[in-house]
């Protein structure tokens, strides 16, 4: 089976509040290669974006500083999920766009 690069999801994370962004469906791996923050409420402020399992944090793998001076944030890089890992995003003082691309695997790595 052909490994190509994907959309994730793109969805809009409200200000104040973290937002599961995506979870892993049974069956599959996922490997997060890309994300791109953009600020919808115009407020500025920090984004996080993470990995959870079993309710704690697996990695913090996409931080913005500042969305007031940079409006726009890219993150590259490799994250592995397996089923059942949840994709949240957290923005305190704005609403933000996450688009998030990379690799749906069918399987479970090991």
Do not use: H
């Amino acid at each position: 089976m052909p490994t190509r690069t994907a959309v994730l999801g793109a969805r809009l994370a409200p200000a104040g509040v973290p937002f599961v962004f995506a979870t892993v469906p049974a069956g599959q791996t996922w490997i997060a290669k890309s994300a791109f923050v953009n600020d919808q409420g115009g407020l500025g402020g920090q984004c996080f974006v993470w990995v959870s399992r079993s309710g704690g944090i697996v990695c913090i793998f996409a931080y913005t500083g500042d969305l007031t001076t940079i409006p726009f944030f890219e993150w590259e890089g490799w994250v592995v999920a397996e089923p059942g890992d949840v994709f949240e995003v957290y923005a305190p003082d704005t609403d933000c766009v996450l688009w998030l691309s990379g690799t749906k695997l069918i399987g479970v790595a090991s």
